[in-house]
């Protein structure tokens, strides 16, 4: 099994930035592809973005793109999003989630994810 914890939620001010993190633990994580979703209140999880096994593709959704950027350590276990000029409707929970090798935007093709870290943006 595989166990992911996020960390680097918070609040902050509309327009800031703020980078999460995923670590990864119990299998190896240089195999899995990873990627972001987020749950904001009384709505379903969503996708937010994805990397391969080996970091040469990646996925964003339309509301974040240019804005949001997924990368990862495989030396450090980690996978990271780093999100820029943030929005007020960017509040949510964010989960990371592993799957062996291809990435992908389905849900329910992610075996392993992590209990989730809060991001508030405040105006």
């Known amino acids: 099994q595989v166990q992911l914890v996020e960390s680097g939620g918070g609040l902050v001010q509309a327009g800031g930035s703020l980078r999460l993190s995923c670590a990864a633990s119990?299998?190896?994580?240089?195999?899995?592809?990873m990627g972001w979703f987020r749950q904001a209140p009384g709505k379903e999880r969503e996708f937010v973005t994805a990397i391969s096994w080996n970091g040469g593709n990646t996925n964003y959704a339309d509301s974040v793109k240019g804005r949001f950027t997924i990368s990862r350590d495989n030396a450090k276990n980690t996978v990271y999003l780093q999100m820029n000029s943030l929005k007020p409707e960017d509040t949510a929970v964010y989960y990371c989630?592993?799957?062996?090798?291809?990435?992908?935007?389905?849900?329910?093709?992610?075996?392993?994810w992590g209990q989730g870290t809060q991001v508030t943006v405040s105006s």
């Open positions: 119990g299998r190896t994580f240089s195999s899995y592809a």
């Open positions: 989630a592993a799957r062996p090798y291809m990435a992908t935007m389905i849900q329910d093709r992610y075996q392993y």
